[in-house]
Nanobody
Framework: VQLQASGGGLVQAGGSLRLSCAAS????????AGWFRRAPWKEREFVAY????????YYADSVKGRFTISRDSAKNIMYLQIDSLKPDDTAVYYC???????????????????WGQGTQVTVSS
C-alpha cells in the first residue's frame, strides 16, 4: 500500500482546505486510517482517525469541530476537511493507515504501517 497526500497550501486564518490521501492497493479500504501533523520544532501529533467502514471517527481535542475526516472507499481516497484554520494549524500533514489500527489506539503511531509523504499546510495570521 502506498499513500499520497495532497491538498496543502498557504491560506489565511479562518480559511479552509481539503486534504486528500490517495491509496494504491485495494486493501487500504479495509484498514482504519488517520491524519497526523508535525509543526515546526514540535513532535508529530495525532489529528483524526476513521475506521475502515467510515462509521467511527475520533479527533484530537485541538481540532474537534473544525476538522472532518472522511473516506470514499470506491475511490480509495481519504479526506481531511479543515475549516476555521488557525496559525497553530501550520504543519506538515501526514496520512497513515494499516490493519492494526483501531479507534481505541488511534493516537498510537506504531499501529500505522503505511504513511504518506506529507503535505504542507501554512496558515498566515
Amino acid at each position: 500500500v502506498q499513500l499520497q497526500a495532497s491538498g496543502g497550501g498557504l491560506v489565511q486564518a479562518g480559511g479552509s482546505l481539503r486534504l486528500s490521501c490517495a491509496a494504491s492497493g485495494r486493501s487500504f479500504r479495509t484498514y482504519g486510517a488517520g491524519w497526523f501533523r508535525r509543526a515546526p520544532w514540535k513532535e508529530r501529533e495525532f489529528v483524526a482517525y476513521i475506521s475502515a467502514s467510515g462509521g467511527r471517527t475520533y479527533y484530537a481535542d485541538s481540532v474537534k469541530g473544525r476538522f472532518t475526516i472522511s473516506r470514499d472507499s470506491a475511490k480509495n481516497i481519504m479526506y481531511l476537511q479543515i475549516d476555521s484554520l488557525k496559525p497553530d494549524d501550520t504543519a506538515v500533514y501526514y496520512c497513515a493507515g494499516g490493519p492494526r489500527t483501531t479507534v481505541e489506539r488511534a493516537t498510537t503511531t506504531s499501529r500505522y504501517d503505511y504513511w504518506g509523504q506529507g503535505t504542507q499546510v501554512t496558515v498566515s495570521s
